[in-house]
């Protein structure tokens, strides 16, 4: 709540989209400017076909150690982390000015991860999911799904939810994957699909996220539109950033 108004915080959900590469890194990164002038925002989005994104500070050479990876359209994120393969998920992205209201102590990371089991529960997984409490044993598999941390969300044990972070001014940009099913450019990876058997439709997953979410944190989660400014800015940022061999290719 906040304490000058005792009314819920608001935090805008944004339209399901679905998009390439690019466009969504540019979108992700709009969330943070946003961030930065008091506006905390949520959206969940696709890709337009399967993409490699790598962590930045990954090389660029990653992706040449698979041949099913080197023929992927790729992108390079703001944030950390491993590589991912973008096909088969649903992805969200969550960006929260500073100030305890909306990032008290403790991880987001942990956090939304949580708050994403609960909603899968409330689809009807309960007993299969559980939050990773210690590192693994290492596997040499450079994809981020085949290897988890603390604070990751597994099914029967494996890895279906990571999430990166990327901070600036003390405001938050993170970003995650739902992991739905394996990809054939990763099929040693299975998602939720596979391991459970059952078919989630991706917004009946978004409706209970955001259920959760909201009953987890007290905010008010509100539908809004990208404004116009923000448009323009995620196609700039797309041309002259995320799409550009100087950023995707820079480590």
């Given at each position: 709540m906040d304490a000058l108004t005792s009314r819920p915080l608001?935090?805008?959900?944004?339209?399901?989209?679905?998009?390439?590469?690019?466009?969504?890194?540019?979108?992700?990164?709009?969330?943070?400017?946003?961030?930065?002038?008091?506006?905390a925002s949520l959206r969940f989005y696709g890709w337009s076909g399967p993409t490699l994104s790598l962590g930045y500070f990954q090389s660029a050479h990653v992706r040449l150690n698979d041949p099913l990876r080197v023929t992927l359209p790729w992108v390079r994120r703001a944030?950390?982390?491993?590589?991912l393969i973008h096909q088969?998920?649903?992805?969200?992205?969550?960006?929260?000015?500073?100030g305890p209201h909306w990032q008290p102590p403790g991880s987001w990371l942990r956090r939304m991860h949580a708050v994403i089991k609960g909603g899968l529960e409330n689809l009807g997984l309960c007993g299969k999911l559980t939050i990773a409490g210690r590192e693994p044993e290492p596997?040499?598999?450079?994809?981020?799904?085949?290897?988890?941390?603390?604070?990751?969300l597994l099914c029967e044990g494996i890895k279906v939810v990571g999430?990166?972070?990327?901070?600036?001014?003390?405001?938050?940009?993170?970003?995650?994957?739902?992991?739905m099913k394996r990809s054939p450019f990763a099929p040693q990876l299975p998602g939720i699909e596979d391991l459970c058997g059952v078919t989630l439709k991706l917004q009946d997953i978004v409706d209970a996220c955001v259920a959760e979410l909201s009953e987890e944190t007290g905010w008010s989660l509100q539908h809004y539109e990208w404004n116009p400014e923000e448009r323009q800015t995620t196609l700039a940022l797309k041309e002259q950033k995320y799409?550009?061999?100087?950023?995707?290719?820079?480590?």
């Open positions: 608001i935090c805008r959900l944004l339209p399901f989209t679905v998009a390439d590469g690019a466009t969504n890194m540019a979108a992700d990164e709009v969330l943070l400017h946003a961030a930065f002038q008091n506006q944030s950390g982390g491993s590589a088969h998920e649903l992805t969200y992205a969550l960006a929260l000015p500073p596997t040499g598999e450079s994809l981020c799904f085949g290897q988890h941390t603390p604070g990751d999430s990166a972070q990327r901070k600036g001014r003390q405001c938050l940009l993170q970003h995650g994957a739902i992991l799409a550009t061999p100087q950023w995707n290719e820079k480590r």
